[in-house]
Each structure stands twice: as structure tokens, then as C-alpha cells.
């Protein structure tokens, strides 16, 4: 279900499952003040302006396939592109972190308490 740039989106149940099994790294690409305020546990933080910069990615999830996240679905889009581009198998997640609050997963902030998506 990971392509270099395909159509495959995953939902954030699936999301979920594949990073808590292993399978690949999760990266929110929200700006700092959107991950401090709440994200998906264990995600990787590398907002999509620094990817554009051409920032590397975080050491876990160099060498295996990424699942991208963002507020609603946009930019992680374009970081799948970005990625994708440099070889990395990268698919993001339908809806993003407003999907994955909705569908009751959990969100904590920077300190590891409750959440909120901003």
C-alpha cells in the first residue's frame, strides 16, 4: 500500500496499525506549534517547510517506509510528493490528525498530556 508517489492513502486506523507493528515510521509535518499542541503518539516531528528545505528525515524513520500526517490532509500530500521524489516509500493519512481525533486515537501534547489539534 506504500508507493513513491501513488494514489494510496491510508485511513488513520490503518495508520495506526502499521506504525504500532513496526511497519513504518509516522511523521507529522505540522509546524512546531500544531505538534507541541497535540499529535499522534510515538509520531516523528519534521514540519513540511523544513522538508521543502531539504531537511533530512529523523533517524528512525531513515531507510524504511513513511506515513506522513498533518491537520487535515494537505501537506502531507506534498511531503509524499517531496519524499517520494528522493525515493522514500511514503503514503500520508486520509483526513489527517483532525481524522485521527475523530476517530478517537489518541492525541497527546508536547509534555505527553492530553492533546488538542490546532
Given at each position: 500500500m506504500f508507493s513513491r508517489r501513488g494514489p494510496s492513502r491510508l485511513t488513520p486506523a490503518q495508520a495506526r496499525q502499521r506504525t504500532a507493528h513496526g511497519h513504518a515510521a509516522l511523521l507529522d509535518v505540522r509546524e512546531t506549534y500544531e505538534w507541541a499542541a497535540g499529535h499522534a503518539p510515538g509520531a516523528l516531528h519534521v514540519p513540511l517547510t523544513r522538508l521543502l528545505a531539504?531537511?533530512?528525515?529523523?533517524?528512525?524513520?531513515?531507510?524504511?517506509?513513511?506515513?506522513?500526517?498533518?491537520?487535515?490532509?494537505?501537506?502531507?500530500?506534498?511531503?509524499?510528493?517531496?519524499?517520494?521524489?528522493?525515493?522514500?516509500?511514503?503514503?500520508?493519512?486520509?483526513?489527517?490528525?483532525?481524522a485521527w481525533a475523530a476517530d478517537g486515537l489518541p492525541v497527546v501534547d508536547a509534555r505527553g498530556g492530553s492533546g488538542v489539534i490546532t
Open positions: 531539504g531537511a533530512a528525515l529523523p533517524a528512525p524513520a531513515q531507510g524504511r517506509p513513511v506515513i506522513l500526517i498533518c491537520r487535515s490532509g494537505n501537506r502531507s500530500r506534498q511531503a509524499v510528493d517531496i519524499l517520494g521524489d528522493s525515493g522514500v516509500e511514503a503514503t500520508d493519512v486520509t483526513g489527517g490528525m483532525l
